[in-house]
C-alpha cells in the first residue's frame, strides 16, 4: 500500500528565502506525481505535475523535482512571497487505477 | 478550462437528516469522479471513485449505504450524506478526470458539513 509522507509539517519563513518542502512516497511504481496547493477552507489548487519519466517541472518561481528510485520529490520555491502562504500537498498516481494517495500536508507561512 | 464546482459549499443540517452534495465539472466531460473527505489538519481521504452509469467503488472502511454516491451524467455527480450524524462533520471535496491525462484530477472548492 502506498504511504506518502511530507516533512515538515510545518514551516515558516521570512519573506524573501527560498525553501523546500519535501515529499516521500514508499512505493516507486508510480505513474506521475503531483503538487497542490489548498487554502485554508478551501479546494486544492494543481501546481505542477511531473510524469514517471520526468525529473523536474517549472513554472514560475516553483520547480518541482522527482527521484523515482529513491522515493522522493521536492518543490522549490523561489523568493517566498506572504501570498505563499497555506497548505502544500504532495500526491501520487500509481499504476493500475487513477487514485491519488495524498501526503500529510506541509502548513507554510511566509512572515512579511 | 478544468473547472470543478460544488454545491452547496457550507451547510449546517440537524443530526438525523440527509445531505446532497453536487459536485459539477462546468467546461469538460467527467469520466470519473472522486469523493473525498477531509477531517481538520488532516490530509485528504478517498471515500470513494465513480464511474458515470455505473455504481461508485468505495474505499475501505466507507459505508455505502451511509454514503449514496450517483454519477448521472458526466458533468455531475452527487453525495448524500444519510442520516447525519456529528462525526460526519467534515470538508468534503470532489473531484474530476478528464481521461485527457493519466491520475490528472480537478478539485472542486469542497463543501463544509456541520452536523448539530
Known amino acids: 500500500k502506498q504511504e506518502v509522507t511530507q516533512i515538515p509539517a510545518a514551516l515558516s519563513v521570512p519573506e524573501g528565502e527560498n525553501l523546500v518542502l519535501n515529499c516521500s512516497f514508499t512505493?516507486?511504481?508510480?505513474?506521475?506525481l503531483q503538487w497542490f496547493r489548498q487554502d485554508p477552507g478551501k479546494g486544492l489548487t494543481s501546481l505542477l505535475l511531473i510524469q514517471s519519466s520526468q525529473r523536474e517541472q517549472t513554472s514560475g518561481r516553483l520547480n518541482a523535482s522527482l527521484d523515482k528510485s529513491s522515493g522522493r520529490s521536492t518543490l522549490y520555491i523561489a523568493a517566498s512571497q506572504p501570498g505563499d502562504s497555506a497548505t502544500y500537498l504532495c500526491?501520487?498516481?500509481?499504476?493500475?487505477?487513477?487514485?491519488?494517495?495524498f501526503g500529510t500536508g506541509t502548513r507554510l507561512t511566509i512572515i512579511p | 478550462g478544468a473547472v470543478v464546482s460544488q454545491h452547496p459549499s457550507r451547510v449546517i443540517c440537524k443530526s438525523g437528516t440527509s445531505v446532497k452534495i453536487e459536485c459539477r465539472s462546468l467546461d469538460f466531460q467527467a469520466t470519473t469522479m472522486f469523493w473525498y473527505r477531509q477531517f481538520p489538519k488532516q490530509s485528504l481521504m478517498l471515500m470513494a471513485t465513480?464511474?458515470?452509469?455505473?455504481?461508485?467503488?468505495?474505499e475501505q472502511g466507507v459505508e455505502k449505504d451511509k454514503f449514496l454516491i450517483n454519477h448521472a451524467s458526466l458533468t455531475l455527480s452527487t453525495l448524500t450524506v444519510t442520516s447525519a450524524h456529528p462525526e460526519d462533520s467534515s470538508f468534503y471535496i470532489c473531484?474530476?478526470?478528464?481521461?485527457?491525462?493519466?491520475?490528472?484530477?480537478?478539485f472542486g472548492p469542497g463543501t463544509r458539513l456541520t452536523v448539530l
Open positions: 465513480s464511474n458515470e452509469g455505473s455504481k461508485a467503488t468505495y
Open positions: 512505493d516507486s511504481a508510480i505513474y506521475n
Open positions: 500526491a501520487v498516481a500509481n499504476f493500475g487505477n487513477e487514485k491519488l494517495t
Open positions: 473531484s474530476a478526470s478528464s481521461g485527457r491525462l493519466y491520475g490528472e484530477q480537478f
